[in-house]
């Protein structure tokens, strides 16, 4: 094996230090070989070191002025410097050499929405997506730029077509946590839920007698399945849990999750703002006490 596929195989192991240590060597003895350069520009971006990746694919695009992703991967790093003006220019510049690169329109759209110009944001993003639909980065950036204009429709789509996708980790997260955020806000938009007050005060008459582990056990499953989204809109969808016997809605687990969270650790926020209807639950329930 030579040197450059050793250190394209580190690279593929997520051994990035030792490929840039590497590439760093065949750069030495090959100043003009593209492709290492090229890599050892992605390995200190990705290393944290982006003076060092722009003086590396500079000298790269120097030698090589037409080699698109490199015009790419100098505006990424100059993106991690924050110098959006500059990140903006390289990637522009990779457009005019190869106008359907979707590395460069996908980075291009995550600039401009990272600086809150949406509309431009969309055109490049739906440009990447047509050529290929199947980047998870560009769905879920798609996702994020329609959820910022609030068109719900549209960004629920997008962030649902991510969860199917094999999408890293950081990208899925990203995905559920916009999801979230999109049934909260529908969630809230009708005011006043005289149907989470109902629920919840039947969850503390139900609490009432159990010991903070049950209470703990129910709360916990709960939180952990939501995880995966609970659908808080729709009283259709129903789900079960090993801890309680029965089917419930996604708003149904979300009371029974606020009420033991404020019994188990008051300080937890479960993102559902529940707070005013909480408040009307516990005089209700205090009420029968007394009668």
Known sequence: MNRFDEAMNLIGQGRLREARDVFEDIVSNDPRNMDALYNLGMCFTELSEPEKAIKALEQCIRWQPDFTNAHVALGVAYGRMMNTEKA?????????????????LRNLGGLFGGIGQIEKSLYYLEKAYGIDPSDPNTVYGLGYAYHMIGDREKADSYYRQVLRMNAPKAITDSAKDGLRELAVSHFKSKGFRMDAVFYLLAVLRFFEHRTIDDIKRVSFEIALKGQSGLDINNPD???TLNSLEGQFTGLQLVCYMYVGFAKVDPSLDIGVPLADEYRMAQQLFKSEDIQ
């Open 237 to 239: 969808k129903l789900y």
């Open 88 to 104: 903006k220019e390289c990637f522009l510049a990779a457009l005019r050499l190869d106008a359907k690169n979707t590395f460069a």
